[in-house]
């Protein structure tokens, strides 16, 4: 196998796809991850399409959440955002960041955080180490609330069922 297709499939097969962020910061009752395994890129590319439509709903409704963020949560309520972290070989790796604070505009701006997943593919991060990134790659959100009940966080929900085809011939 070429070592750019082998690079791809190992990208596709270890891709951190996961539902919510570590537990560190989570309630103990917190829903548990059911991470996707996509091991081919078309696995990866149909995935990418079924979320697309809850991205994009997620990023239609980060402005409230993070108006809410700004004026200060409740205590022990904390916010989260999903994006995609890149690295020079090209993979990409799907992850948590813990928000400490969000600039710019209400429907752009920069979000600033610490990532809170732990970092398996993409190389150059690591867990808990400072990001900041564009809202426009936001994923998604969530608000994690200490007694376990979290809000926003839709993808994730969604991949908590989600299964990619068994193979590159299915739709």
């Not at 867990?127 to 936001?138: H, I």
């Not at 200490?146 to 299915?170: A, H, I, Q, W």
Request: hydrophobic share 45%; aromatic share 8%; glycine share 6%.
């Amino acid at each position: 196998m070429r070592l750019c297709s082998l690079r791809l499939a190992l990208a596709a097969a270890l891709v951190a796809i996961l539902g919510r962020p570590a537990s560190a910061q989570l309630a103990p009752n917190a829903p548990k991850d059911r991470p996707v395994n996509a091991a081919l890129k078309c696995q990866l590319d149909a995935m990418y399409r079924a979320i697309a439509p809850l991205s994009a709903a997620a990023r239609a409704s980060f402005p409230a959440a993070r108006q809410r963020f700004a004026a200060g949560l409740p205590p022990g309520h904390s916010l989260f955002a999903t994006t995609r972290l890149h690295d020079a070989d090209g993979r990409e790796e799907q992850i948590f960041v813990m928000v400490d604070s969000i600039t710019g505009p209400p429907n752009a701006g920069r979000i600033v955080g610490r990532i809170w997943s732990p970092v398996q593919l993409v190389r150059g991060y690591v867990y808990r180490q400072r990001v900041t990134f564009d809202v426009a790659e936001l994923v998604d959100w969530m608000i994690a609330r200490p007694d376990g009940t979290e809000e926003g966080n839709e993808v994730g929900k969604f991949l908590d069922t989600y299964r990619p085809p068994t193979s590159c011939t299915e739709s």
